[in-house]
């Protein structure tokens, strides 16, 4: 068609030119005299080459200096986005207290002789002898016979925790009486009774039957299930045998208890600072049939909400272990303020997971490094698609007394999102990919509807693969279709090389190199297909339909041994190659084009006159016939510019060489009369058509790199000049 | 009113063809000098207009259809058709020269000047056009005809000289008469300042255009050289100073009252123009091969909007590249006059024999002239001129001279008559009037 737009263009360019000069020589015509003149000059001149013809992206040249068609097409790519998608992935913890600490309450509660000796003088009077002989043997500092005591009660021992806590409902939680009589006599049945002094309920009892002198008892008693006031108040029951003894008054019996280990299911306490939430978790990424056990993240997020209902100010601590970056875990940390008035509070955090490489082996990389995270005594085996991560949130101090229970918790919701990975590893799953489409080819689009035969096509099918993945390529259909004939032909094969094996790059292990890949060729030719007849049908449109099966028959490894890998933008490509050399025989090829054209203002009242003769000096062994229609805005033909039977003769095969040697040359005279100028003016579109035909006819002729059509259009015209 | 105007224009045309002398041959215009009295006749005051065009191969009628083009009294077609161009015999060097000029003078003669008797002087202002060409054959053919009958040829233009110039003169010079009885004579010497309008010269040394045989490719060689003061449009009205320069005349009148006849020499004009420095060279020395436009660097595709960028400007600025902005002097066209007057048929019949010829102007050969003026009762004369050479061929002219009261003088004429009458056959057309006033 470029042939064809080249002489049209050539003799429109003349014309122009023509005009022009008209033009020029047309100013002052009414003041100026006017005659005649006959020119004879050229006007343009054009090469036609192959290089004009074809393409350098269709065209090769061969050792011998022929010709080939070459052709390539896309017909489809594969890509990492094609072959899985990271699904956004959350994790949400309810996470409740785990532990309410109140520390360890310790209470003090002496009894001395003084106080032994008054108890008597208060309940029998002063002339008591308990009373006497304590106070006798102190005054004497000599040893006095002590009576002995009968069951003395000492009431409402006030006992205040309340610098501690309110009320305090224990799940757990252990008391320790620790008593020391420092007293020369024995204690006998002394009973320690502790209760909440509003509600009188007892919390804790018990019996010390004999304590020697200057000796310690101590018991320990369960405060679990127990609910404990501030203010409580202690009963103390002791007996003694008496005896002979030096004393002194302030000898005494000291009664020490220790409140530790509590467990809070509710308290109105003021708590130290302690962690209330410690979690650990695996996260699995629900990937169908793919165990990935690495990703380098390109791009995603990680947000974090949490919702505090305590009444304190709670921290948190979210570590990825599994997720790291520059060999640093990926760790979020962030402070709810207290919940407020019945209303929850509300954090939420965001972070970017760009360059964070994710194990996702699970646990066991992690515990190969800081040891057992579970509890459960050993190293857990590696797996796939999981990662693993610790929650910790705590409280600090605030000195105030707040209600908190075991019911009060803290809402973790963790979200993975837009994950897209720079590279990922592991088993990538075996799975079809299907691609059905059609291609509009351009390489012969000139020549749809002309008799072609062509010599020795080849049309290789090429994939180029890049993933970490083998596989096999199945072609279903490959059909070739001529759109203005309505021919068709489907590719058949003749030996068994479909579906043919893409074979995997090697790793480079580096997002910093590009993978080789590798080149699997699938070609076509007379002896393995009938790919002849899909060219001779001069298709202007192929359709096809292609199925890729990766791990084609490969079982899925032990789990994170998998070794399927892939960077971001490398893909799976196929391309459709097609080469024709340019041995052909043709007849019948007719190309048509239709261009605008319009003379615009150009003033052609003075030409008066005459001819553009068309030199061509042909190498190509092609003969044209060329016509040039002038058209009106309806489409209605005004006028046919190229005598009939005009003829753009072949250069001449040397039969020896199979070569033009000699241009061969060709007169075509043009006749611009002053009618043709005014059909000119109206013409609105001009057609132009030209038919080719190989010489020698029925021979195939091969077309060399170095041929050329030399146009010369020269201007045997007459006009007005001024 | 234009067709009263152009009957007006036609009439005094047709007057003139029947009348006197042209300038070039002009010889009363120093000898009224020789006759110039202090008593009697100390004054003269004149007009003139005299105007030519002569060729050795362009006929009148080609002339005329150029230069009265759209004149419906000349029903003059504005297009030159191949007859007509055919018809020139144009040889292998060819000449035509045009000029006009328009002259007012006094001049005086008073008892004494200066202390010296028959001392006189003259001042006059004149108007001048002229143009002169020099071509070949071929470039005729080419320019009228075109190149195709030289195909397979080489057109010569070689020799071409070319020009075209206005300018105004502002003269004074001093006449002193010998009264001898017997042989009085009359010396004039004039000086002038010229004002230079417009100047435009052509020529070209070795010019050569091969056309190819089948018009495939042309190669023009060409050495020339071309010089303007035409650099702006409206610059070149007659009131534009565009060069500035000096003329002299020198005059001769010497009369034998014993042989009865007069001999009259003049030499006019002998000056120079120094054009401005704003005004043009243009060298041209360079070889072209010209095969047509190359189209391969023009995009393929539909709906191509044909832009060339072939005009008349760029043409014109690649011919310009060396113009060089310069000042430059160039004579002016001398004329030289002289011719022997007898009296014969008592005095009623004056013959004369001269020459004349112009230089600078491209003037071939020297106009060589004989007239005889018949005087009737002294008031009225006729004359006829037969005349060979200059630009042209032979001419042949009347002319017709009145005295209407003792002071005024009509002298109306042309030296090619024959002009207006054949004009396919003739190459030269003149027209010649001049009122003189004395007292």
Known sequence: MKFLNKIVFIFLFCLHIFFLLSLNSCKKESSEPNWDVNLLAPLAKATLTVDNIIADTLKKVNPDNSISLVYQSGLYKFSLDTLFKIPDTTVNYVAKLSNLDLGTINITHRTSFGDIANKDKEDNGPNSSLYQSIMNAHNSGMPTQIDPITEQQFDSVAIDASQYFQTVTLSQGFLDIKIDNQLPVSITNLIFEVRNQSTNIVVVQDTFPFISPFSQAEKTKSLAGLTVEGHMLGMVKLSSPGGEVTLDTSMAITAQISIYDLQVQSAIASFPGQNVVDKKEKTAFKINDVQLSRVLARSGNINIDVYNTLHETLHFNYKVYSATKNNIPLEINGTIPQAFNGNVSHISVNKNLQGYDFNLKGIGPVEQIYGDQNGNGFIDPDTVNTIFSTLVGSIDSSGNQIPLSMQDSIYFHCSFTNLSPDYVQGYLGRDTISESSAIETNILNEFVGASLNFNDVKVSLVVSNQIGISGKVMVNELKAINTSNNQSATLSFTLPVNPFSIAKPVNPNSTLIDVTPTINTLQLNNTNSNINSLINVVPNKINYSVQVYTNYNIPPPIPGTGADFIYYGDQISANLEVEVPLSVIASNVTLCDTSTFSLGKTNTDKITGGNLILFVDNEFPVEANPQVYLLDSNNAVLDIIIPSGAVVLAGDVNTTTERVTTAKRTKISVPITEARLEKLKKTKRIRATASFITRPQNQHVKIYNDYTMRFKVVGDFSYKLH | ?439
């Open chain 2, 1 to 439: 009113m234009k067709k009263i105007m152009n009957r007006i224009f036609f009439i005094i045309l047709m007057l003139a063809a029947f009348s006197a002398n042209s300038q070039f041959t002009d010889i009363y215009n120093y000898f009224s000098l020789h006759k110039m009295n202090p008593d009697t006749n100390a004054y003269e005051i004149g007009v003139s207009y005299n105007t030519f065009v002569s060729s050795n191969s362009i006929s009148n009628k080609f002339v005329n259809s150029i230069l009265f083009l759209g004149v419906p009294a000349f029903h003059m077609n504005k297009y030159l058709s191949y007859d007509l161009k055919k018809s020139n015999p144009v040889k292998t060097q060819n000449f035509f020269g045009m000029e006009d000029n328009a002259c007012m003078y006094f001049s005086y003669l008073p008892d004494s000047m200066f202390g010296y008797d028959h001392l006189g002087y003259r001042v006059s202002v004149e108007n001048s056009n002229h143009g002169d060409v020099k071509f070949s054959r071929d470039l005729y053919n080419i320019t009228f005809f075109g190149n195709k009958d030289y195909a397979g040829k080489t057109a010569d233009f070689t020799d071409l000289q070319l020009t075209y110039m206005r300018y105004q003169q502002v003269k004074f010079g001093l006449f002193k008469q010998s009264k001898n009885i017997e042989d009085p004579f009359t010396i004039y010497f004039g000086i002038g300042i010229i004002k230079g309008q417009s100047y435009n010269s052509l020529s070209f040394d070795t010019t050569t255009l091969f056309t190819e045989e089948s018009g495939e490719y042309i190669n023009l060689q060409m050495q020339a050289l071309y010089f303007t003061t035409d650099t702006a449009k409206n610059k070149s009205k007659w009131y534009h100073f565009n060069g500035m320069g000096a003329c002299a005349d020198i005059a001769f009148t010497y009369e034998d009252k014993k042989g009865n006849y007069f001999i009259s020499c003049s030499l006019n004009d002998i000056g120079f123009i120094r054009w401005k420095n704003n005004s043009l060279m243009v060298p041209f020395d360079t070889t072209v091969h010209w095969d047509g436009v190359m189209v391969d660097s023009i995009l393929w595709g539909r709906d191509t909007t044909f832009n060339t960028n072939f005009t008349k400007d760029s043409l014109i600025k690649t011919l310009y590249a060396k113009t060089k902005k310069t000042g430059f002097v160039k004579m002016i066209p001398e004329k030289i006059n002289i011719a022997i007057t007898k009296r014969l048929l008592n005095n009623n019949l004056y013959a004369t024999l001269g020459m004349s010829y112009l230089y600078h102007a491209n003037c071939p050969y020297p106009l060589i002239y004989a007239k005889g003026d018949y005087y009737f009762r002294n008031k009225i004369s006729a004359g006829l001129q037969l005349a060979y050479g200059g630009y042209g061929n032979f001419q042949c002219g009347l002319g017709v001279s009145a005295r209407f009261t003792k002071n005024i003088l009509l002298q109306l004429g042309s030296s090619n008559i024959i002009g207006f009458i054949l004009p396919y056959q003739t190459y030269a057309q003149s027209a010649f009037g001049r009122v003189i006033c004395n007292f």
